[in-house]
């Protein structure tokens, strides 16, 4: 592959660099809209210069091209002119050019992993780089039938050696049953570790330890009913995915290896996968945020991680759009409710719609029983912030409370030093306060967390406090329990919300290990 340029991405004085390492939009032109973009995409117009024509581009064509009217960029193999789209780009000209002429994989997963590019700029695509990814040594010789006799672990990028050990996985079966045992050589992995799929004949099952991803992927040898199962023995880091079998006959081997089966590779190099889920129910929470219920497939095994978030994807005029959403619990009471049918195949999203908006009024607009596409997890808090932790405060605008949801549930109930979890919720008016209610009886229910509303635009009779984020706020609201107190701070809303709290909480000497941010 090309060498990717050595410069930090977004440069040092970009408008898209920001504190908390989160992205700024930068004001578009009127008719740069996404939709507008949508638009001139199936205009017909000839977006590449090649009148339709693909080409092989070789590494030193690649270089020719790389001035703002003419403009290529390599993303995984495929080479795009990307100067007719560089009005449309919300995070910027200057942020497109910083891959102009080269391969930018790695400048694009650094800020826009989740894009579906290949959509986007599907009639932008110049065509291939000449010259082919390397691949792992064994990756076109492991096609041998696969019967318990396993190869080590592919390691797909150097930087692998530095991780976790390889694990391995071995099967074994009975009458009615074949079960894959994993073994992960580590102590602190859990149901919400493993993320697997049975689709067609194929079966996937992602494993994440630590900021790697372990991969079995497989073309199973025979049909299995759809639903399986799986179970973790945390103590010794090992899963067992028990499948059914759908004849009762002896397998001599479990299946075909398929693509980048049995590999060990960083978090950050997998690509999104989807699954098909189903809309169950949706109602109104406020005036413009609704509840919305989907069901996994019984063919999936997926528990999204406190604190990480997933993509949606619709297809809005023919083009794949993807927008990041958060996991919420149907209520902050739901421990308490006894459950229809079980909990892990339902997961729950408080999304806000916006009716000028592009995605989310497509997704209003489902019907239940219709499907959404919905990624693996994406996130880098870990749980393990929460360690010995004593003090938890939440700063959360909006929809940017969404997180908050499972921080708060999960710090009230798993963290025996918790002593105080405070919320400070902004909002414009009392009738945009998600969840109010259910808020103020958790507070009235349980004397560790305290809930303060501020307002930007109430009426007359608010009697709460009132403005923006401010140093007199926040040095009011973040004291510590104990001056030794040890603190984590979480942060989540619009993009100015988030990088002016950053800017306050440093200005407040809190430490960076102090804050999390929450940014997709």
């Not at 199936?42 to 070789?58: F, M, P, Q």
């Not at 949801?405 to 919720?425: C, D, E, G, H, Q």
């Not at 329990?481 to 809190?510: A, R, W, Y």
Request: proline letters at 6%; one cysteine or more; hydrophobic letters at 35%.
């Amino acid at each position: 592959m090309l060498n990717v340029p050595s410069q930090s991405f977004p440069g040092s004085s970009s408008q898209q660099r920001v504190s908390s390492g989160g992205r700024s939009k930068v004001p578009l032109k009127q008719g740069r809209s996404l939709m507008d973009w949508i638009r001139l995409t199936k205009s017909g117009k000839d977006l590449t210069g090649l009148k339709g024509r693909l080409i092989e581009v070789t590494e030193e064509e690649l270089k020719k091209h790389n001035k703002k009217d003419d403009c290529w960029i390599c993303i995984r193999g495929f080479v795009y002119n990307v100067s007719p789209y560089m009005e449309y780009h919300p995070g910027g000209e200057e942020e497109l050019m910083r891959g102009a002429g080269s391969d930018g994989t790695d400048l694009f997963d650094q800020v826009h992993r989740w894009v579906n590019y290949e959509s986007m700029l599907k009639e932008c695509l110049v065509g291939r780089m000449a010259v082919k990814p390397a691949f792992p040594k064994d990756y076109h010789e492991e096609k041998k039938l696969l019967n318990g006799m396993l190869p080590k672990s592919q390691v797909t990028d150097p930087l692998a050696k530095e991780g976790p050990s390889s694990p391995s996985y071995d099967w074994f079966q009975t009458d009615a049953l074949v079960t894959i045992v994993i073994y992960t050589k580590q102590k602190d992995i859990n149901l919400d570790s493993v993320i697997a799929d049975h689709r067609d004949d194929s079966f996937r099952a992602e494993t994440v330890i630590k900021d790697y991803s372990y991969l079995i992927h497989i073309a199973l040898s025979h049909e299995i009913q759809e639903d399986f199962s799986v179970r973790v023995v945390e103590n010794v880091g090992k899963i067992e995915i028990v499948l059914k079998k759908k004849e009762n006959t002896s397998w001599k081997c479990l299946g075909h290896p398929l693509e980048n089966h049995n590999s060990l590779i960083p978090k950050k190099d997998t690509g999104l996968y989807y699954r098909k889920c189903q809309l169950i129910s949706k109602e109104d929470v406020t005036h413009d945020t609704k509840l919305f219920c989907l069901m996994l497939p019984p063919s999936t095994h997926l528990q999204v991680p406190t604190g990480q978030h997933v993509y949606f994807k619709l297809t809005i005029t023919g083009t794949e759009i993807v927008k990041p959403y958060t996991p919420v619990s149907d209520s902050l009471f739901s421990e308490f409710k006894e459950p229809v049918l079980p909990n892990n195949k339902y997961i729950y999203f408080l999304i806000k719609i916006y009716p000028a908006g592009l995605f989310t009024p497509e997704l209003d607009h489902l019907q239940i029983g219709d499907y959404v596409s919905v990624s693996n997890p994406e996130g880098n808090f870990k749980i393990s912030q929460f360690q010995e932790l004593e003090d938890l405060f939440l700063l959360a605008a909006g929809t940017g409370f969404t997180p908050m949801v499972k921080v708060l549930s999960y710090a009230l109930t798993n963290i025996p030093s918790l002593r105080k979890v405070k919320l400070m919720f902004f909002n414009k008016t009392e009738d945009d306060i998600i969840w109010r209610s259910q808020l103020e009886k958790l507070a009235f229910k349980d004397k560790r967390f305290d809930l303060e509303f501020v307002l930007s635009a109430p009426t007359s009779e608010w009697n709460g406090k009132r403005g923006y984020i401010s140093p007199a706020l926040l040095s009011e609201f973040l004291k510590r329990s104990l001056d030794t107190s040890k603190v984590l701070i979480c942060i989540c809303g619009p993009m100015p919300f988030t990088e002016q709290g950053m800017k306050l909480l440093h200005d407040l000497n809190f430490s960076k290990d102090e804050i999390h941010s929450f940014t997709a």
